[in-house]
């Protein structure tokens, strides 16, 4: 059996005075697209702080292909490219100026992927504001370029916390195939924060998070079972409803 | 990581401090503005009432000018420092921290390139403040400016990491301006910038023990003594021990597992 890209076990997290996880446990496999379903305030942004280690867990453990995220993080954190549900290109510098700042915060050296990156902004049609600073880019142009900058450094493992939120319809599709196909072609495991349903597909493995605690895990057409329900819209709205009501 | 690769991240994280700071015009002259402020009219107008007498280094009278440009230096580095971990609060807040953050590099290293990258910022704005205060007649020996270079990197280093400190505790970005009338206001007045601590002694015993006691009139002697061809090693060694100090709580308090930053939601 393959080595997981992500496993999560039995992890819980605290704010003062409030539960946030509840002994969470979900995995990865290499080249998996898994979607991690949830309202706002499930806690998907706070699992990605605790898998990206901005947060520390009060229980559990968290390994990346193998790698303690507590005892070994940094090659843990080296496996990983994440894209945050907040904008984090620096505004004022250039797309250029940006890249070659995450190539060395990874330790790349930015003139050996010169090639790789121009390849990778004509993919997304932005070979020519290279030079422009990421103020004058559309709010789709920005997430596109995190998601270049998220990949740059060939990761195992894809983080994407709402990567599409406020996006329209086509830009968000263009930053779904892109992933897919990244994930496809070479590889990587992905883990999709979303709460939009329309963003899960009939072959991506499904984890509902809801008020900080795994509702339901597997196929979307095993959840769809067993929940009785014909989409997965149907799905999520049974497994959510109770405290939304 | 090989040692090329800690040296290509110092050197993009400083890169980056500096385009930013260009970038950001009003940063660039509000940081002039304020000690020329202070050297042209402050002194100006107190030149009559604060005379100096003869201290070391200085070996004759000098004008209050010349008395007040090693503090009015200090005080751009405190000021820089503080702005430098303003904005670590404000990448914190609007996201650009985390990619810092999630570099396998180690922590502590990350955040010295930071203090560093801070630091030779704020010396860049030091250096032009000299420029222009020499053409307003304070001229120290060439030498002076040379060997103030290294007084300036720790002291400015010091604050740096005194800031780092302070935006570890920090939860959101309209509370540093409490910390910053709390911390910057007192720690530049009660020091030796703006009047040597034998004047303050003569009005009161217990600030001129609180000035003695305070980091930042050690980080101004420093940088007085250079300035002028000499080294107060004394200042020196406090210096350096508060930025020991400072720097080990800043990485304690940027550290997940054990800091003042695990539990803030949004942090």
């Given at each position: 059996m393959s080595e997981a890209a992500l496993a999560i076990r039995g992890v819980s997290f605290s704010y003062p005075g409030r539960?946030?996880?509840?002994?969470i446990s979900l995995s990865v496999a290499p080249g998996e697209f898994c979607v991690l379903l949830g309202l706002n305030g499930a806690g998907k942004s706070t699992l990605f702080s605790l898998i990206t280690r901005l947060f520390v867990c009060d229980s559990g453990s968290i390994d990346i292909y193998g790698h303690s995220?507590?005892?070994?993080s940094r090659r843990a954190l080296a496996q990983l490219g994440v894209v945050f549900q907040q904008p984090t290109l620096d505004l004022d510098l250039t797309l250029v100026q940006n890249l070659r700042y995450h190539c060395a915060l990874q330790g790349l050296d930015y003139g050996r992927y010169r090639d790789e990156i121009e390849m990778a902004m004509r993919h997304i049609g932005l070979t020519e504001r290279m030079g422009d600073k990421v103020r004058q880019l559309s709010g789709g142009q920005r997430r596109r370029v995190e998601l270049v900058r998220a990949l740059l450094h060939a990761p195992r493992l894809l983080l994407a916390d709402e990567a599409t939120v406020g996006l329209d319809i086509h830009s968000r599709q263009a930053i779904l195939d892109q992933v897919r196909e990244r994930c496809r072609v070479a590889g990587i495991g992905v883990l999709w924060a979303t709460h939009?349903?329309?963003?899960?597909?009939?072959?991506d493995r499904l984890v509902v998070l809801h008020g900080g605690q795994v509702m339901a895990m597997g196929s979307t057409a095993r959840i769809m079972q067993e929940t009785g329900s014909e989409t997965v819209h149907q799905a999520f709205t049974s497994l959510t409803r109770e405290d939304t009501a | 990581m090989s040692p090329a690769q800690y040296i290509h991240c110092l050197g993009s994280i400083v890169m980056r401090e500096a385009l930013r700071f260009l970038h950001q015009r009003e940063r660039f002259f509000g940081a002039l503005v304020r000690p020329l402020v202070w050297l042209f009219i402050f002194a100006a107008g107190f030149r009559s009432i604060l005379g100096v007498s003869i201290i070391p280094p200085y070996e004759t009278y000098i004008l209050y000018e010349e008395y007040i440009v090693p503090g009015l230096a200090a005080m751009i580095l405190l000021f820089s420092g503080m702005q430098s971990s303003l904005s670590m609060v404000y990448d914190r807040e609007m996201g650009s921290m985390r990619m810092l953050m999630v570099s396998p590099f180690p922590r502590w290293y990350l955040l010295l390139c930071k203090l560093v990258a801070g630091a030779l910022v704020s010396i860049a704005q030091v250096y032009l403040f000299f420029i222009i205060a020499w053409f307003w007649?304070?001229?120290?020996?060439?030498?002076g400016y040379l060997l103030a270079f290294p007084a300036l990197l720790i002291s400015s280093l010091m604050m740096g990491a005194l800031g780092l400190l302070l935006s570890s505790a920090?939860?959101?970005?309209?509370?540093f301006a409490g910390v910053m009338n709390f911390v910057i206001f007192p720690m530049f007045f009660a020091?030796?910038?703006?009047?040597p601590l034998w004047r303050i002694r003569d009005s009161s015993v217990p600030l001129y023990e609180i000035c003695r006691f305070n980091p930042f009139t050690h980080a101004v002697e420093l940088i007085r003594f250079s300035l002028y061809g000499a080294i107060n090693w004394g200042a020196a060694m406090v210096v350096i021990g508060a930025l020991v100090l400072f720097l080990a709580g800043a990485v304690y308090g940027y550290d997940p597992a054990r800091g003042l930053m695990t539990r803030k939601k949004g942090a």
């Open positions: 539960r946030v996880l509840e002994d995220l507590l005892r070994r939009l349903v329309d963003e899960v597909q009939p072959g | 007649e304070v001229e120290p020996p060439w030498m920090i939860k959101q970005l309209e509370n020091s030796s910038a703006l009047y």
